[in-house]
T-cell receptor, first 113, second 109 residues
Framework: NAGVTQTPKFQVLKTGQSMTLQCAQDMNHNSMYWYRQDPGMGLRLIYYSASEGTTDKGEVPNGYNVSRLNKREFSLRLESAAPSQTSVYFC????????????FGSGTRLTVV | DAKTTQPPSMDCAEGRAANLPCNHSTISGNEYVYWYRQIHSQGPQYIIHGLKNNETNEMASLIITEDRKSSTLILPHATLRDTAVYYCIVRGSQGNLIFGKGTKLSVKP
């Protein structure tokens, strides 16, 4: 099993450019999440999808959009990248509800110049 | 949402037990405590979770006090590969994991 796969692993964008971060899981999990991690900080939730067809804002949603394409895939889009969005982005998935934990991907390192 | 308090850093000698404390004094009766770790800049890795009973798995043990206001993660025989940031997390009201800054554990030879 691959678990949670994120693409790309690294990306450099110019201010104002757009891009989509891809995430796919092969564990038949219902819920998926996008987090960002800035240097020396913990992870902050951007958006999540409790189940296919639903999405909700997390702690820091401004400047991002998401799409739950199907049960396996959850993408994160930056419409107009800003230097403040330079971060490491992690996707995670879990079975719906408690007490299940999350499985994380290996991250996408994004730099906006 | 219940919040957690952890020391920012700890050291442990290789081969010894590492005991990582966490305070969660505002935890409610049906909230679970989860522990994750993050090695270097990799994605966080699930370690263990518990509600009120002590739990053990192949990675670690979790000791939760009777009043549930604090817990301790125990790595019984720490190795250099256990050097990581350890996060103690109480599930938030939306049901999502809310990460703090964690404890940076350094295992030294």
């Amino acid at each position: 099993n691959a678990g949670v796969t994120q693409t790309p692993k690294f990306q450099v964008l110019k201010t104002g450019q757009s891009m989509t971060l891809q995430c796919a899981q092969d564990m038949n999990h219902n819920s998926m999440y996008w987090y960002r991690q800035d240097p020396g900080m913990g992870l902050r939730l951007i958006y999540y999808s409790a189940s296919e067809g639903t999405t909700d804002k997390g702690e820091v949603p401004n400047g991002y959009n998401v799409s739950r394409l199907n049960k396996r895939e959850f993408s994160l889009r930056l419409e107009s990248a800003a230097p403040s969005q330079t971060s490491v982005y992690f996707c995670a998935s879990s079975p719906m509800g408690m007490p299940y934990g999350y499985t994380f991907g290996s991250g996408t390192r994004l730099t906006v110049v | 949402d219940a919040k957690t308090t952890q020391p920012p850093s700890m050291d442990c000698a290789e081969g010894r037990a590492a005991n990582l404390p966490c305070n969660h004094s505002t935890i409610s009766g049906n909230e679970y405590v989860y522990w994750y770790r993050q090695i270097h800049s990799q994605g966080p890795q699930y370690i263990i979770h518990g509600l009120k009973n002590n739990e053990t798995n192949e990675m670690a043990s979790l000791i939760i006090t009777e009043d549930r206001k604090s817990s301790t993660l125990i790595l019984p025989h720490a190795t250099l590969r256990d050097t990581a940031v350890y996060y103690c997390i109480v599930r938030g009201s939306q049901g999502n994991l809310i990460f703090g800054k964690g404890t940076k554990l350094s295992v030294k030879p």
